[in-house]
């Protein structure tokens, strides 16, 4: 019996010394361990020793168990230690490796400008209103006083999608929208940014599709004097505090008065340059008193209200104030174009 019992522990301590890792580790001590493992069986059998026997076999068995689970444990040990090791080795990771540079994306020049201009009428107290670019021709057109075969619709050839539907001409739409949700409710006072469509042949200075930001203020008694302050202090901030404004009369349907607002320009500070055609001024802006019939159509009383409007492309603006010389680049994506926005 105590043979049996070295022998086992002999072959035992050798598997487990070639064990290659914790699978195998396991199996063999399931196999000498185990319930069905020969320990287990020699251990069983021991009634059948004699009284003296038993106990020195005993205790001989039970050092064989001990010695096996102690070598157990111990390369148990190890092969987790190894293992975690080899992991450790496969994951490493190349820090020295040169990283991939990921291209920065930067802000639209149409929306860099947009930003500029909702944040200067953002301080004066203004809000942002949206609206749908595909338009009722009611919206487009007859609320602000262009009624079906108006000559000044041929000022803004559109493009229609049926009868009574088109892409808006200009963001004014907007402001009709947002004077019918305030019901008649003052002060209003919003600028309205989105794109808007004519039918236009593109060249440097046209394009089908283009940016506009309008602005439109209601309240008792507001007055010429407000919509030129408000435009100084605007086109200051935007191009410095040197710039100077000019009104000059003109038409639109929807104003009355009208006028077309001309700024100093900001290349030569007005002493004539290319840019401004050796005028010293540039036109950007359309504005007027709202007219009391778009007042009316709208829900406000023209005998108790009054407010102004205008309206400007924002890529005009832009070109003047990056030096853009063809209006198609805003559009095309090309990546030398936008490129030079990243840092201004
Ligand atoms: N809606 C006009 C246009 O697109 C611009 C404008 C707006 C003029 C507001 C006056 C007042 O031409």
């Known amino acids: ?36 493992g020969p320990l287990t069986e020699i251990l069983r059998g021991m009634g059948a020793l004699s009284a003296e026997e038993r106990p020195v076999i005993g205790q001989v068995a039970n050092e064989v168990r001990g010695a096996i689970e102690q070598v157990l444990e111990a390369k148990q040990e190890q092969l987790t230690r190894e293992e975690t090791n080899a992991r450790l080795r496969k994951e490493t990771i190349d820090v020295t490796l040169p990283g991939r540079r990921r291209d920065a994306g930067a802000v639209h020049p149409l929306n860099k400008v947009i930003q500029e201009i909702e944040d200067i009428f953002l301080g004066m107290g203004y809000t942002v209103a949206e609206g749908p670019e595909v338009e009722q021709d009611y919206y487009n057109f007859e609320a602000l006083n262009l009624p079906k075969n108006h000559p000044a619709r041929d000022m803004q050839d559109s493009f229609y999608i049926t009868d009574d539907i088109l892409m808006r001409t200009h963001t004014s739409p907007v402001q009709v929208r947002t004077m019918e949700r305030m019901k008649g409710e003052v002060p209003v006072k919003i600028i309205c940014p989105g794109k ?25 008694n507001i007055r010429m004097s407000d919509l030129k302050g408000t435009l100084l202090q605007f086109v200051q901030e935007m191009f410095g505090q040197d710039t100077r404004i000019r009104l000059r009369p003109s038409f639109f349907p929807f104003t009355e008065p009208s006028a077309e607002v001309d700024v100093s320009c900001m290349m030569c500070k007005g002493s004539g340059c290319r840019t401004c055609k050796q005028t010293g001024w540039l036109e950007i ?13 709208a829900g ?15 890529e005009r603006i832009a070109m003047l104030k990056y030096g853009i010389d063809d209006i198609r680049h805003f559009y095309t994506n090309d990546l030398r174009f936008l490129k030079q926005f990243v840092h201004v």
């Open 1 to 36: 019996m105590r043979e049996r019992l070295e022998a086992l522990k002999e072959e035992a301590l050798r598997e487990l010394e070639q064990a290659q890792d914790s699978q195998q580790l396991n199996d063999l001590r399931v196999k000498y361990l185990g319930k069905k």
């Open 196 to 220: 808007v469509y004519r039918r236009d042949d593109d060249d440097a200075t046209h394009s089908h599709l283009f940016t506009q930001i309008e602005g439109l203020v209601i309240d008792r």
């Open 285 to 297: 802006l359309g504005s007027g008193m709202v007219h009391p019939r778009v007042l009316e159509m």
């Open 300 to 314: 406000y009383d023209p005998n108790e209200y009054s407010g102004f409007a205008f309206g400007m492309g924002v």
